[in-house]
């Protein structure tokens, strides 16, 4: 695997890669990986000829007040765990080499961006589309893959990407979960055992509405205040939201039909985190 740290020497491997005809698939990622990321990159490796993964903790996507400085970090181990799974090229950037003195154009995405996790986390998505841009930009690959855990996420991007004309195809990989249910994501290395414990309601929660549903329930507000009930009974979970929403624009559902996103973010202490479960009604 060769590591890669400057964005010149990236566009330059990129461009030789395209021009010898070969497929790059891509996969941005903060570090600290886990089996999610790997799954990811597996996916990358099937759809692609070199496998290009980066390693960014992204200052724009945080704000003021979240874990920015505090994010986990241990490149030793995630580069091992690169070289395991088949990654070529580790695109590994500073935050100079990224954002340098002067720096000042932002890619918003609008309206998608204001709900769900961008209600409680107002220029999070401007980050995001903003550090995925560039790094299309840089890495230009055919593919890039995200995961559906992010499940707004890769909304914003495929809006994004359909937006603005970028020439690449964006694939959504399902999410992995631990054997007892608990999404895979990096902010789980903050909780206590208590709040670990606590965090499996997430699942429990999603799940119990979707069987609620397949059984013939339509009411949503019963179905959120079902939901709700369970989650508080956890005397750690602090709701942020939970949420019933179509997949063309997020918007909250007045009735169940179609594609549902049934979307959630609860606290636990320190961790923020977010599931979802996406149904055909
Ligand atoms: O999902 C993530 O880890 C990040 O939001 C991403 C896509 C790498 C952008 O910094």
Redesign the pocket.
Known sequence: MKVIKKILQMQKVADEARCAGRKVGFV???GYLHKGHLSLIRQARQLSELVVVSI?V?PT?FGPHEDYQNYPRDLSRDAKLLRQVGCDILFLPSVEEMYPQGYCSYVDVENLTQLLCGASRPSHFRG?AT??TKLFNIVKPHLAV?GQK?AQ?AFVIRRMVTDLNQDLEIVVAPTIREPDGLAMSSRNEYLTPQERADALVLYQALKWAHEQIVEGQRNIEYLVQGMTKMIQNKKTAQIDYISFVDTEKLHSLKRLEGEVLIALAVKFGRARLIDNLLIKV
Do not use: H, L
Request: charged fraction near 10%; aromatic fraction near 16%.
């Open positions: 941005p990622t903060m960014f992204n996507q995001v550090v995925v995200f992010d996420q």
